[in-house]
């Protein structure tokens, strides 16, 4: 648990860490994630490129989700916002992007065929999750299989809502998505998960401190043996053991500190 006063110095060290990533392993398979939390995150790692210190050609990426029914070329497309935010302005290769095809006609065809993408491609070295304020990650939302893999799922209104900000018509919101899986996601080597801000702040005390269930899907990650969770003070106001985090923080050994 690694509580920042800010985003922004949460959003650093983050960057940090998948820049160490980058450079111990240039072929590193990251599994990326959209929405609002992400985004300083990225412009990092595309200044970082910029001042040439980081080469993304060798490096595959893997997205966690997708909506079902707009295509790459959607503007609210995750496909979209990738290229957007990260592979456009970096020198990532086209080929090594992988995000579902919200426009396939056959939605379990193509879950099997992310799945077996990751099979051969990964494991992913680091996987970068947000949470949303129902405790899903990817778009697992509660309820989910705590072993379930890539396939299709429905948004719950609050989800949807808090992704209308996004769409000019909120009607237009799509209901479905295919998403990795709880197992799928548990199946990284190493897993960050950020959040920031108050609206984040009960999912992330259910999420470290609440009993695992699929009901707050994010608490799975209590089963991996290498997370980190990294969160602004807003978002760490409800746990319980926060002086117990920061106290240990400060206490790292320099061998174990980024
Ligand atoms: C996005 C994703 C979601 C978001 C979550 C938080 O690819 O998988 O789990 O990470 O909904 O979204 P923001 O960051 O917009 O609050």
């Not at 939390?37 to 993304?56: C, D, I, S, W």
């Not at 072993?147 to 719950?156: A, M, V, W, Y």
């Not at 900000?165 to 998505?177: A, G, K, M, W, Y």
Request: proline share 5%.
């Amino acid at each position: 648990m690694i509580i920042k006063e800010s985003s922004e110095q949460a959003s650093e060290l983050v960057a940090h860490w998948i820049g160490k990533a980058i450079e111990q392993n240039p072929s590193a398979v990251l599994g990326l994630a959209t929405g609002k939390t992400p985004l300083r995150v990225y412009e990092k790692l595309v200044q970082r490129h910029e001042a040439g210190e980081l080469n993304f050609k060798k490096v595959k990426s893997f997205n966690l989700d997708e909506y079902v029914g707009i295509g790459p070329e959607h503007p609210n497309s995750y496909a979209h916002y990738m290229r957007s935010h990260l592979f456009a302005k970096t020198n990532f290769k086209e080929e090594n992007t992988f995000i579902p095809d919200g426009l396939t006609q056959d939605i379990v065809k193509e879950c099997r065929s992310y799945e077996k993408k990751i099979a051969k491609e990964g494991p992913i070295d680091l996987q970068l999750l947000g949470i949303g304020r129902d405790g899903h990650i990817g778009f697992n939302e509660p309820g989910s299989s705590l072993r379930s893999r890539t396939r299709l799922k429905t948004l719950t209104k609050e989800t949807r809502e808090d992704n209308a900000v996004h769409f000019s018509e909120s009607s237009r919101i799509p209901i479905h998505v295919m998403t990795m899986g709880l197992g799928t996601i548990m199946e990284a080597k190493q897993i960050i998960l950020m959040a920031f801000g108050k609206d984040k702040a009960q999912a992330v005390s259910l999420c470290v401190e609440g009993p695992v269930s699929a009901f707050v899907p994010a608490s799975i990650l209590q089963f991996h043996n290498n997370v980190k969770i990294v969160i602004d003070k807003e978002a760490s106001s409800l746990l319980k053991n926060r002086e117990y985090y920061e106290w240990v923080y400060a206490q790292k050994p320099d061998w174990q500190m980024p």
